[in-house]
């Protein structure tokens, strides 16, 4: 059967297609209010090297700090994190290793949030509806894996597979972006327990 023009994912992918065309958005001009954490959370500091055979694992090895000091989980942290962090310094900071990569979290008895914020002050236009559409996705359980070069019409750069952002939203309960006070982006993961 033949997609409907105004389907929201149909609508979404178009979307994502044009707009990936355009010129980065500078997430300080965006008319939002920025992300502040609140008390409680544990914060951490990362720099990671430019390199991508080096980064892997120093991303890993934030990656596996975080999960061990907030405990044994019923889930699968790892992995959205990992991507999380991935992508603030990949796409965020684009791999400059004098941006950092902070990594704020807590746990309580109901809740594990992580906050990932980079310092990278732009983000694709096309990223809107592609996010639109993984959180469709995963709240429809479809368990389509979306692709943000595919979507969006885009070449894939490096070793990009453009899926992690899928992964954030499938293993998580919430996934939210923000823009931090600096103008960088926040991605804030929340799982209930």
Known sequence: MADDLFN???LEERLAKI???????NLRDLDVEPYEFRPGYTVLEFNFDSDYRHFRKEIKDATQEVCDDLGSLEFNLFTPLFEAILNAHQHGNKNDPNKGVTVAYK?????VEVSVIDQGGEINPGFFP?????????KQNTGKSLNFYEVCGLEANGPNL???TNFLHVYMDRVSYYRSKEGG?????VKNL
Do not use: M
């Not at 746990?107 to 809740?111: K, L, P, S």
């Open 185 to 189: 982006l926040v991605v804030h993961l």
């Open 130 to 138: 592609f996010v639109s559409l993984n959180r469709r996705n995963a």
């Open 8 to 10: 929201a994912r149909v």
């Open 19 to 25: 707009l990936a065309k355009e010129k980065p958005i």
């Open 162 to 164: 453009g899926t992690g």
């Open 107 to 111: 746990r309580t008895d109901a809740t």
